[in-house]
């Protein structure tokens, strides 16, 4: 059992999807055309893949489920008003009774929180094309920004396994996780799928020269944050299915391309409270993709009022609501102990007191609050 518990617990919870407006807007678009899935939503085909909404990349059985049910659990059509079953995958209760026991009810949209899609800890890697290039470092400290930034502000983590088995040596099952690779400016945009892909082993998280602004970094690490939050499992706000009663869509403006970065998530989400105009997974009114618009100098949406609408560069509060409902914040171990960090966040972002968090943690561990001494391995970005 060595060595299986937290990366079983990976395996067991994780998720994909990619990234901002503002990384299509500067690079024109390769040979791409459009597909409508019989269920009426449009996707992108671009070389190999099938991306939703601009930069979310659609695996195998996402896209058979999207294509069938709609959705992209391929489960049918639950809404928000439904129960939701779904068992919580670290807390192994219903997450319906977990949100009410917290009393947490706004978050931002993102998929269906089923166990099979979520993350424990976040296994990645650096790819290839990452660690031979003489820009390698530049590009590990904006990735390292972007990591610890989530890291700080929520209960997400992240496992650097970078040179370590890709399948389980004692189960023989692929680990699935996330292979970070530079993409350069002859792709489209950076992107990521959606949540832990539902066929394990590696699913990639691309970045383009727009997510590596000049240095120094400061807060333009954005769209690393946005396609690791999609790789978590969060999608974009203005899919949301109410998003009409706060966004007023320019469709005379948009291209079909444009058009498809707007389809609404009707079912299979999970979202509640009000449009959140700062969320990191918010597009700008504006871009200056002519692949997008035929006016650059017109919005493609704006707020109800015409005002224009400029997405958030860090998580806001909201955006860590969502992530903290799905999330504990466990430390890598070697043993089957679910060790908690320090701080951990409620539904609400409110820090657990010390006696919570020793509560919480006995209750993950048979009622043992002590970890086993001697248990954590390295984990360094
Ligand atoms: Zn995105």
């Given at each position: ?245 706060y966004v007023s ?26 449009y959140?105009f700062s ?5 700008d009114s504006y ?12 919005p493609?949406y704006t707020k109800l009022n015409g005002d224009p609408i400029v ?71």
């Open positions: 059992m060595k060595r299986t518990s937290i990366l079983l617990l990976a395996s067991l919870l994780v998720f994909s999807c990619s990234k901002n407006p503002e990384i299509d807007t500067e690079i024109k678009s390769e040979n791409s055309e459009f597909v409508t899935l019989k269920s009426g939503i449009i996707v992108e085909k671009r070389g190999d893949e099938y991306i939703l909404g601009g930069d979310m990349i659609l695996s195998p059985m996402q896209l058979k489920a999207l294509d069938e049910k709609g959705n992209l659990s391929g489960e049918d059509g639950k809404t928000k008003d439904s129960p939701d079953t779904t068992i919580h995958p670290v807390f192994n209760i219903p997450v319906a009774a977990v949100e009410k026991k917290e009393g947490t009810l706004p978050r931002n949209l993102g998929m269906n929180a089923d166990p099979y899609r979520l993350w424990a800890m976040v296994r990645f890697t650096y790819g290839p094309s990452i660690l031979n290039h003489p820009n390698k470092d530049y590009f590990i400290n904006g990735i390292k920004l972007a990591l610890n930034h989530i890291q700080d502000n929520t209960n997400v983590r992240f496992y650097n396994a970078t040179g370590q088995p890709t399948v389980d040596p004692t189960w023989g099952f692929a680990y699935p996780y996330i292979e970070i690779n530079y993409v350069g400016n002859l792709s489209a945009s950076s992107s990521s799928h959606i949540g832990r892909r539902p066929e394990g082993g590696k699913q990639e998280l691309k970045l383009a020269d727009f997510a590596f602004p000049n240095p120094p970094f400061d807060n333009d690490y954005s769209t690393i944050v946005h396609e690791l939050c999609h790789a978590i499992g969060m999608m974009h706000e203005q899919n949301r299915p109410d998003r009409d009663q869509i320019k469709t005379n403006n948009l291209t079909t391309k444009g058009l498809a970065q707007f389809t609404k998530v009707t079912t299979n989400y999970s979202y509640f409270g009000a959140d969320s990191i997974m918010g597009y871009t200056s993709s002519t692949d997008h618009v035929n006016n650059t100098s017109l493609m997405s958030g560069t860090l998580l806001s509060g909201l955006d860590r609501i969502w992530l903290n409902n799905y999330h504990l914040p466990y430390i890598a171990r070697s043993d089957v102990y679910r060790e908690l960090a320090d701080v951990v966040y409620d539904g609400n972002n409110n820090i657990l007191t010390p006696s919570q968090r020793l509560q919480l943690q006995a209750q993950l561990n048979n009622g043992n609050s002590t970890p086993p001494a001697g248990g954590r391995i390295p984990n360094d970005f």
